[in-house]
């Protein structure tokens, strides 16, 4: 397959697919209030699945494991896990619950989804540029800007992370045959 629309239109290609999180990435940044330096968060434990059936039905769920962050700092990963932040105790997950697909151009596509975060879900559009890898699988690359506050993910220490963050994934599915 060369194309999304291929993709789409190919029968071998309705079905399963799962979330290869070897080949794949998901990550939060959001500026500091002094716009300085921007805080990177990498997610290192995740799990996803996907279904395609035609015609151009999508639908799928990312599970992201809030203990898995990662800034490089561990005092501040420690804090973001805190009640202050994520209270990754409480709610250990993020969710991104995919629900439809709109086609925008040839590898584009306006994945419609609702993302959880701290029991707070809201609706969440994540434009997608799909591209296919070299072995059968296919590449999903997503990004959209959030306000952490919309979630409940509130606390701060003395401005250190924004509000506005911005939420990226590098995500690798294979079809499960």
């Not at 279904?51 to 990312?62: F, H, I, K, N, Y």
């Not at 151009?105 to 969440?124: C, F, H, Q, S, W």
């Not at 559009?125 to 590449?139: I, Q, S």
Request: no cysteine; charged share 25%.
């Amino acid at each position: 397959m060369t194309s999304l629309s291929e993709l789409f239109s190919d029968p071998g290609s309705t079905g399963s697919w799962t979330l290869d999180p070897a080949g794949s990435s998901i990550a939060a940044r959001s500026r500091t209030m002094w716009g300085l330096v921007p805080v990177t968060v990498r997610f290192t434990e995740f799990t996803g699945e996907g279904e395609l059936a035609a015609p151009q039905t999508v639908s799928g769920r990312v599970v992201i494991t809030v203990a898995s962050l990662r800034t490089g700092i561990g005092k501040r990963d420690e804090h973001l896990r805190s009640a202050d932040f994520f209270d990754a105790e409480r709610f250990p997950d993020i969710e991104v619950l995919v629900t439809g697909a709109d086609a925008i151009d040839g590898d584009t596509v306006n994945l419609r989804a609702r993302l959880t975060i701290k029991a707070t879900t809201k609706p969440l559009t994540l434009p997608t540029t799909v591209t296919p890898v070299g072995d059968g699988g296919m590449r999903l690359s997503a990004r959209a800007d959030i306000n952490r506050r919309d979630f409940g993910v509130d606390g701060n220490l003395v401005g250190m992370i924004g509000d506005r963050v911005t939420i990226s994934g590098d995500l690798v599915f294979r079809h499960a045959r």
